[in-house]
């Protein structure tokens, strides 16, 4: 039992155990689901990953997610996604697990404003397997990128620091806190540093302040101010971030201002105060005073002191100005040292007074020294000298002895020669002058002044007895007599003046003068003796008988003619008869009466020809020459000479002035000879006329001339004249009594006395005086105190008796006196010394003076430095050195040294004079030049020719680089070798040995050459060295196989290796060896020394150079290895490569980005601009073609398109209302016309209007700113860009000025420039307004840089608005009133039109309401049979108004009963007109088989909808035109009778349109909801007769198999169409409630929701909208079952017996005619669901809905309203039918169970976009009955129409009950009439048809007419 208990327990152990274990194991098998979503890493939970801001957009974020599972794949078992990704910065790839940032046009900155400093976005994953959700959090950290640089918080900073202020101060601390400069960016690169850098305006301020903290700013100061140096500081602090990368750190500079306030750190200074050259220091000053002696004091006192005693503080701005301190004055020390017992000093005004009379036998003079020191203790005080001079009483003026003194003086005198006085010139002339102030035996120290002539003649200076010299030639010719006066002055006071005649004698200076040098006289031979023959005149200027002229004849008279020795007559010889053709040369000689010795003499010659004694001599006159003087003032008219000459035979004569009068001042009589004065003279103009005169007795040679002098005499007609260019503006030192102040000159151009100028004082003659000279002084001493201007009026006079005057007034201004310090004599000494002269060589002297009595000037050096180099002589100034100087311990180049030396006072107290020493230390030459090489070696060719280089030697000299000592060059040595110095030469600065000529040497010789290096020191050094030149054999010169090689092109992109070519030579037994000597200098080709390939060492650039030309040499081994070369003819050829050009090159835009402008008004293909790009390649390289990347605009268009190969952009669109819009896009160049490298640039274009222009109105034609445009713009854009950086001005347009009322005027000579600019950082334009402003307030620099463009005189007039803007503006100020006026206006306006508006808008509503009811009218009128023709009349109603206007009558009529407005009622009753005429007339016109006539009207075949807005006309699809009676065609109509019962009506239409052909369509109003259209077969109103009995007749033989897929005949539906239950009146008043039923949910405002397709039909009781696709089908979940499966679970609610027709069905007589089209689109159809159950329209058992929307038909107008005519029963002409609107296609027979949604062509992109109907206001009150229109005025009584329509039914009903059963319908081949059989039995069927039509017609009387 025990055993049997154990064995339990351990089984139910072992059972529990196994039960855990399978629970674990299943546990753990379910586990492995739930893994996926989870990370597959360790770690926490959250990812961190960082970005950098601003990272490019597709930075991926985090590479791999590490989810586990996998969202790709056919059976995915994640699927991720993003959650809180705030503004979609994040992009997730959910196959790759990766996430990318999104960064598309924006940028990820982490810095303000955006501040995104993190990024959380959850990654979630859902689990598919389990449904679990995992949501993973991603945070990115955005780090800091320093993109930003600090900014100053002020654009300038301003500290004011005293100058007393200590070294190391804080002085500015105003870059703490927010003052300074803030980073936004974060870290270290947030963090500012603060530095101050270099200023180059101002160069001391950086080591004059510091910033030692850096990070705080806080400026500290380094160095000490001084106000009086500098005032103000510009300093440059520099704030830089801290970067950790020192290269990306970013900085910026502000200004920190630092004035310096004035401090109490100088003390007073005397004035004046002239400074020392370059210093601060006041030059010593000297007071002046001058005391007469034993004068009382009360008469001097106070002293006066020129200039007056004042000091002044040099500390002048120190503030508050109570802080400053005053001046104490005081007499610190003077000599003699009794001063204070005469002389005291107020100690604050300095006032000096006299304490006692002076004895000057005592003291002359007094020198004292005056202090003056500051009042608060100051310890500098300032010193002047005080200079009182004890005077002389002076009362006596100077007199010379004489009043009177004559001298006389030679001509021909030197300079310096004394003056006579007497004619002998045997004694000098003696002029004594004294002072009775001074003794007689005394020299009496007087100054003598001459008022005139003072630059011929001086007076001695010194002594009693003073003697007048020559200072400059004279001439007695040009002046006789010299008289001027004379004024002695002793310095106060003048003596009388006295007159002094200087005559000058004459001298025998002037030889006699003939006019001619020879003359031409003409005798005959019946002359006799003693008959003149030529009176010859010579002139003298000489006087007395150096003036006195004798003639006589030397040689060539042969004794015939005789001359008197007086008057120079030459006449004929007594006794002497004269032969024809003699000739006579006489040379006559003119001598003056001089002693022999100095007797001047010239001669002339005569030449007399004899001639025969016919009428041939010329008239003659008396004299040859006349001389006479005339006055100035002769009289006009006045007989001056006769000038009377004498013919021999007696002709008469006419005289002429042939010359000498171009004025034509004289007139001469031509027949008497009298010469009289025409014009008043002028000897002021011309003083001398010498007058030609002729006198001619009419034949060739019969003419004679004589000359005229006339002197023309002085009349004193002038008035002194000053001269204006002597300085009026005159300037006197004060207290100095005789100062010199001035000149004055005046000259009167009249002659003699009359010429002479007197001067005169006309004021201020007790203070002034004037010289005969014209001097001015001053007569007393001057006090500046008292005044210190004077106008001073000078009068000159002339000596006439009667004299002539003029004044000039003269400005002196009285300037005080000033003292000097010691002077050098030059201001700067620069002198050369020698390096290396021994210490104490004395090099310069240099020189100071003091103007100061009794100083004494020593010297000293100022500069501490040169005191180790130099020593200064204080008394002597000679400087000398005390070591020698080496030029090469100089660091610089110029090796000088400058010093300053003064020269002071020995007393010490002034200022010393300064003056600079500049020692420039000239340069020995130190070093000789040694050449590398004792012996150089080289080789020859012996035909080598000139210029070939040998061998190059080398010298250097180590004398300082640069100095001229150190400059090396080369010469030859002649001497050595001749020879070799004839065929060889060395050039002169490289040391090459080249060949002087072409070589012709024999080979083996060898040449020595002396080459000597010399250099340029001094002195010269040099040094030789010997070159050997060996002469080669021919045989061992290789020889090249060409001289040129010219190989193929090699392209730039050859690679490096690449063979170029191969030059070969060729040599005896040699080994040839290959170098490249010239051409290769970039070392781009490479030769092989052995082979001779060149190739291609270095890339090539074509666009760098296009081709080399190298030279290559083969030399031998041999000479290779002596490290020679042997250029000659022979081994040199040259190679010539061309580099190929390759396309390595993209273009480049000459802008990054181009910007311009288009108008709104421009019009397509516009130029907007041009761009260009450039390419460095050549040929089709470089050929651009251009295209544009532009993003769709507006429909898919593009708005720009550029020209291919000329890069110009056009508009390829409108622009219009689409200002302030702007397209941004790119353009890319391709080079190689399209095949090539590309590039792009960015293209903004802004749309513009005049509204952004101005308007640049400048003088000048509008061709020629055409012409300059260019230039014109990048002015203007330089200017617009200084203030919006990267602006672009565009020119709108170029043309003539307008101007005047409306700008309608044009004016051709100015031009108008219509610009606007484009703001690159808005992408729009510059608001017109501010471009006036950044253009008008440069308008004078835009006009200076205008002008070389716009020529001379060319400029800008002015700038204004266009003239569009402009003319509105001129409109609104028109009005009168201000903004705000009119905005008052405005709102009164509105306020007293309010109740107006409201009654205009109830009067429109009413009016559209009438519109409404028009447009309806016409619609119905549209949709009306054509009318009969004119000829024959209508029947009666239906043959007048047609199908549709009757079956639209009953249908608005029973759609209307329930309304209440005469309107609605109108409208009811024609919608009830179209659907009952259309049913008529199917009826009437039917073939017995079922099928329609083709020879309906055309409105009969047609169905039309009316509604309110969108009338619709389309074909009728349900019947069967031109189908056969075949029986193919009859199982067909069989089949589609079939389905009737089977198919949804939707289905069934679309099947029978199927059946029917293409031309079949369907559709439904737009206000007839898609809930009326799933019954609209089933509705006994419009379905045909014939085709209702084949369904009644199939419902019978089919019994009640399959109740859901076909309609019982014996349901309700049915019985009350065909049985007799309900009467026709009742079933018509059935109709009549049901069509008002279904009117109501038309009309109610739920009406525009549609349907969604993605839920079913059966819905609950909401809105949903149904988005119509063209291609999409959708099928309701209710409609899905096959028509034998199980019926689905929604209830099927069947459709009211009474349901309303939604479907009109008519025939179309041709299928390839469509209907025509709506005016308008139609509404899309739509519908509503109401119940809370599911509910369906469809009959039992459909399969399925097909629902196809109304296509949108084109916009094509509405057709014109008909015209209403007469009241005669003729109908009215309709227009045509528009063009046919185009059909939905329609799915096979095979496919109608399927679904299809179709959809028009044009239809919005979604439901929300639908137009939306309004819903209908509440109803209200009914408005008086109107009158209706057309035939709807004739139905007066709606029961009768019931009653009517009623009676149609019941005949309907009665008459076309078809057979149960057609066995075979007769297939009709063609449509054709029907057989008269036929017709007769349809007749008979449809006769009580007729019947109702007749009552209607009863009803409605024939004058009924059509709409």
């Not at 080289?938 to 280089?949: F, H, L």
């Not at 063979?1059 to 092989?1088: K, P, R, W």
């Amino acid at each position: 039992m025990l055993q049997q208990f154990c064995l339990w327990k351990w089984l139910a152990v072992g059972i529990a155990v196994a039960t855990i274990l399978a629970s674990s194991l299943a546990q753990n098998d379910e586990d492995w689901q739930y893994e996926d979503c989870k990370l597959a890493r360790t770690g926490p939970p959250a990812t961190i990953v960082p970005i950098d801001e601003e990272s490019r957009n597709g930075t991926i974020l985090v590479d791999n997610m590490l989810i586990k599972g996998t969202a790709a794949g056919p059976d995915p078992t994640i699927e991720l996604s993003l959650k809180d990704n705030v503004d979609y910065w994040v992009i997730l790839d959910p196959i790759s697990q990766r996430l990318y940032l999104n960064s598309t046009g924006r940028v990820l900155d982490r810095d303000p404003p955006m501040s995104i400093q993190s990024i959380v976005v959850q990654v979630q994953c859902v689990n598919k397997k389990v449904g679990t959700i995992i949501n993973h959090e991603v945070r990115i950290v955005v780090r800091d990128r320093n993109d930003n640089s600090p900014q100053f918080q002020q654009q300038r900073y301003y500290v004011a620091v005293n100058e007393l202020t200590p070294v190391g101060t804080t002085i500015f601390t105003g870059f703490s806190g927010n003052n300074g400069a803030t980073d936004i960016d974060d870290g270290p690169n947030g963090q500012i540093e603060y530095v101050i850098q270099y200023n180059p305006n101002d160069k001391t301020s950086n080591r004059t302040f510091d910033i030692p903290l850096t990070l705080s700013g806080a400026v500290v100061l380094r160095e000490r101010l001084n106000y009086e140096e500098k005032t103000r500081y510009f300093v440059i602090v520099q704030a830089n971030d801290r970067a950790q990368n020192l290269h990306e750190r970013r900085t910026s500079t502000t200004t920190l201002t630092v004035d310096v306030l004035d401090g109490d750190d100088l003390g007073p200074m005397f004035l004046p105060c002239v400074l020392v050259n370059n210093t601060r220091d006041c030059r010593p000053l000297t007071y002046q005073a001058s005391l007469p002696e034993l004068t009382d004091p009360v008469h001097v006192n106070p002293i006066s002191v020129t200039p007056p005693i004042q000091a002044i503080d040099q500390d002048r701005n120190i503030q508050p100005p109570s802080d400053r301190p005053g001046i104490l004055y005081s007499i610190l020390v003077g000599t003699p040292e009794d001063y204070p017992q005469y002389f005291h000093m107020n100690l604050t005004t300095a006032e000096l007074t006299l304490l006692k009379p002076i004895n000057r036998d005592l003291h002359q003079k007094f020198d004292l020294v005056i202090k003056a020191e500051q009042d608060n203790g100051h310890p500098l005080p300032a010193f002047a000298n005080l200079h009182i001079e004890v005077l002389d009483e002076n009362n006596q003026k100077p007199y010379f002895t004489k009043s009177t003194y004559e001298g006389f003086i030679l001509e021909s005198s030197p300079v310096g020669t004394t003056i006579s006085d007497s004619r002998n010139l045997t004694s000098p002339l003696q002029i004594t002058v004294l002072d009775n102030d001074v003794e007689e035996t005394k020299d009496p120290q007087l100054h003598l002044f001459l008022n005139d002539y003072n630059t011929f003649f001086t007076v001695t200076q010194s002594g009693i007895t003073r003697y007048l010299t020559l200072l400059q030639p004279v001439d007695r010719e040009a002046q006789q007599l010299y008289t001027f006066s004379m004024i002695a002055s002793d310095g106060v006071q003048e003596s009388t003046p006295v007159t002094v005649n200087i005559v000058v004698i004459d001298a025998n200076d002037n030889s006699p003068t003939f006019s001619n040098i020879s003359y031409n006289v003409k005798i005959y031979t019946d002359m006799g003796p003693g008959e003149g023959v030529i009176k010859l005149t010579a002139v003298d200027a000489d006087e007395g008988p150096n003036g006195q002229i004798v003639y006589e004849i030397l040689a060539g008279d042969q004794g015939d003619f005789i001359i008197n020795d007086r008057t120079g007559l030459i006449a004929i010889a007594p006794g002497v008869v004269l032969s024809v053709g003699r000739s006579y040369a006489l040379t006559v000689k003119a001598s003056d009466s001089a002693p022999p010795a100095q007797r001047r003499s010239s001669i002339t010659t005569v030449y007399i020809e004899v001639l025969p004694p016919n009428n041939q001599s010329p008239p003659r006159f008396p004299q040859l020459m006349y001389s006479l003087e005339v006055s100035e003032a002769m009289r006009t008219g006045a007989i001056l000479l006769n000038l009377q000459a004498f013919d021999r035979e007696g002709d008469p004569i006419r005289y002429l002035i042939e010359n000498g009068d171009p004025q034509q001042v004289f007139n001469l009589s031509q027949s008497s000879g009298l010469l009289a004065l025409g014009k008043p003279l002028d000897r002021e103009s011309t003083d001398r006329y010498i007058l030609i005169v002729t006198a001619s007795d009419g034949r060739p040679d019969g003419t004679s001339t004589a000359t005229v002098n006339i002197v023309v005499t002085d009349v004193n007609d002038n008035g002194p004249v000053f001269d204006m260019f002597l300085p009026k503006n005159l300037s006197v030192q004060e207290e100095e009594a005789n100062a010199f102040v001035g000149q004055v000159r005046a000259t009167d151009p009249d002659a003699g006395v009359n010429g002479q100028v007197h001067y005169s004082l006309a004021n201020f003659k007790n203070l002034f005086r004037i010289t005969s000279n014209g001097s001015i002084y001053t007569a007393v001493k001057l006090n500046r105190e008292v005044r210190d201007y004077y106008e001073l009026i000078v009068e000159a006079t002339d000596g006439a008796v009667d004299p002539r005057r003029s004044t000039l007034t003269l400005a002196i201004k009285v300037l005080d006196i000033d003292d000097n310090s010691p002077v050098f004599t030059n201001a700067s000494y620069s002198v050369l010394v020698p390096e290396n002269l021994p210490p104490g060589t004395v090099f310069l002297q240099i020189e100071a003076k003091d103007v100061d009595l009794g100083s004494n000037v020593t010297y000293r050096i100022r500069t501490q430095e040169a005191l180790e180099y130099f020593a200064l002589n204080k008394y002597t100034g000679e400087l000398s050195l005390l070591k020698s100087l080496d030029y090469e311990s100089f660091s610089d180049t110029d090796a000088t040294f400058t010093f300053l030396v003064e020269a002071f006072d020995s007393k010490g107290t002034m200022p010393p004079g300064l003056a600079t020493v500049t020692v420039r230390v000239k340069d020995m030459n130190d070093y000789s030049p040694v050449f590398s090489k004792t012996l150089y070696r080289g080789m020859v060719a012996p035909d080598a020719v000139k210029g070939t280089v040998i061998t190059t030697v080398s010298a250097e000299d180590q004398d300082p680089p640069g100095t001229p000592a150190s400059r090396v060059r080369y010469k030859v040595d002649v001497v050595q070798f001749p020879y070799s110095a004839s065929i060889f030469d060395v050039e002169e600065n490289s040391g090459r040995v080249v060949t002087r000529v072409n070589l012709n040497e024999e080979p083996s010789t060898v040449f020595k050459l002396v080459v000597i290096a010399y250099d340029d020191g001094d002195p010269v050094k040099f040094n030789t060295t010997t070159v050997e030149i060996a002469v080669l054999q021919p045989s061992v010169i290789p020889r090249f196989t060409q001289d040129e090689y010219r190989p193929p092109p090699v392209s730039e992109s050859a690679p490096k290796g690449t063979v170029v070519t191969v030059v070969m030579a060729a040599a005896l037994n040699q080994t040839i060896v290959y170098s490249i000597v010239s051409g290769n200098e970039e070392d781009v080709f490479a030769i092989n020394n052995r082979t001779g390939v060149i190739s291609v060492k270095k890339p090539l650039d074509y666009e760098r150079v296009t081709s080399y030309e190298l030279r290559v040499q083969a030399d031998s081994l041999q000479v290779v290895r002596s490290n020679l070369r042997v250029p000659s003819k022979s081994n040199t050829a040259k190679v010539f490569i061309e580099v190929k050009d390759e396309n390595d090159h993209a273009p480049v835009f000459t802008k990054k980005m181009y910007i311009g402008g288009v108008s709104e008004d421009a019009k397509m293909f516009s130029s907007v601009l041009k761009v260009k790009a450039d390419d460095k390649d050549t040929g089709n390289y470089s050929a651009m073609q251009y295209r544009l990347i532009i993003p769709p605009i507006k429909d898919g268009k593009e708005g720009f398109v550029i020209e291919a190969y000329t890069g110009l952009i056009k508009t390829a669109m409108l622009f219009k209302n689409m200002r302030r819009s702007y397209f941004k896009f790119q353009v890319i160049a391709t080079d190689d016309y399209g095949k090539g490298l590309s590039s792009k640039a960015d293209v903004l274009v802004s749309v513009v209007n005049q509204l952004d222009m101005q308007v640049i109105v400048s003088n000048v034609p509008p061709t020629l700113v055409e012409q300059n445009k260019d230039q014109l713009i990048g002015i203007l854009e330089r200017y617009v860009q200084d203030q919006i950086p990267g602006a672009t001005v565009v020119v709108e347009s170029i043309g003539a000025r307008r101007f005047g009322d409306g700008y309608s005027e044009e004016d051709y000579t100015k031009s108008d420039l219509m610009v606007y600019a484009i703001d690159p950082q808005t992408n729009r334009a510059i608001m017109r307004n501010e471009l006036f402003k950044f253009l008008d307030g440069k308008l004078l620099d835009i006009n200076k840089e205008f002008q070389p463009y716009l020529g001379q005189g060319g400029r800008i007039l002015e700038i204004r608005t266009p003239d569009v803007v402009a003319n509105v503006k001129k409109q609104a100020q028109a009005v009168g009133y201000t903004e705000g006026a009119l905005l008052a206006l405005a709102v009164i306006i509105i306020l007293c039109c309010m109740p107006a508006i409201l009654i205009v808008m109830v009067s429109y509503r009413q009016f559209k309401e009438r519109q409404a009811e028009c447009a309806k009218t016409a619609r119905i009128q549209m949709a009306l049979p054509a009318g009969k023709p004119a000829s024959t009349a209508a029947n009666n109603l239906y043959e007048e108004l047609g199908d549709s206007t009757i079956l639209f009558l009953l249908y608005h009529f029973q759609q209307s009963r329930g309304k209440k407005s005469v309107l609605e009622e109108g409208d009811r009753q024609r919608v009830i007109s179209s659907f009952a005429s259309r049913a008529i007339e199917a009826h009437k016109q039917s073939n017995i088989n079922g099928s329609l006539n083709n020879n309906l009207p055309k409105s009969s075949s047609n169905i039309t909808f009316l509604s309110d807005e969108n009338p619709l006309t389309t074909q009728n699809p349900l019947y069967v035109e031109g189908v056969t009676q075949s029986p193919a065609a009859a199982g067909l109509l069989r089949k589609r009778s079939d389905a009737l019962d089977t198919l949804s009506p939707m289905q069934l239409v679309l099947r029978d349109a199927s059946l029917g052909g293409s031309h079949r369509a369907w559709t439904v109003p737009a206000h007839v909801t898609k809930r009326h259209a799933p019954g609209s077969l089933s509705r006994p109103v419009i379905m045909d007769p014939v085709q209702w009995q084949q369904e009644r007749l199939k419902a019978e033989n089919e019994g009640t198999e399959n109740q859901h897929s076909r309609v019982d005949i014996s349901s309700p539906l049915f019985q009350k169409i065909s049985g007799p239950t309900l009467t026709v009146k009742e079933k018509a008043r059935q109709f009549e409630q049901q069509a008002l039923q279904e009117m109501k949910q038309v009309k109610s405002p739920d009406v525009k929701s549609t349907r969604s397709p993605t839920h079913s039909i059966c819905l609950q009781e909401r809105d949903n909208t149904l988005e119509q696709s063209p291609k999409s089908v959708f099928a309701s979940p209710c409609l899905r079952s096959s028509p034998l499966s199980s019926p689905t679970p929604c209830e099927v609610v069947e459709p009211e017996p009474s349901a309303v027709p939604s479907v009109i069905i008519t025939h179309h007589d041709y299928p390839e005619e469509l209907s025509p089209p709506p005016t308008r689109k139609p509404t899309p159809p739509s519908f509503r669901i109401k119940k809370p159950v599911c509910q369906s329209f469809l009959a039992p058992q459909t399969k399925g809905e097909v629902t196809e929307n109304i296509p949108d038909p084109p916009k094509t107008p509405p057709p014109p309203p008909p015209l209403l005519p007469p009241p005669p029963p003729s109908p009215p002409l309709l227009p045509p039918h528009p063009p046919t609107l185009p059909l939905a296609s329609v799915p096979s027979s095979s496919s109608l169970p399927s679904t299809q949604h179709l959809s028009p062509a044009k239809h919005s992109k979604s439901p929300a976009k639908q137009p939306a109907v309004p819903p209908p206001a509440a109803v209200p009150e009914p408005p008086p009955r109107r009158e209706l229109k057309g035939i709807l005025k004739n139905i007066q009584n709606l029961a009768a129409i019931e009653k009517s329509v009623a009676n149609m039914y019941s005949q309907i009903d009665k008459n076309h009950v078809l057979p149960k059963h057609i066995s075979k319908l007769k297939p009709v081949a063609t449509p054709e009439l029907p057989t008269p059989e036929a017709a007769a039995e349809h007749n008979q069927q449809n006769g009580n048809l007729s019947c109702v039509v007749e009552e209607l017609e009863k009803r409605f009387p024939s004058q009924s007419t059509a709409l």
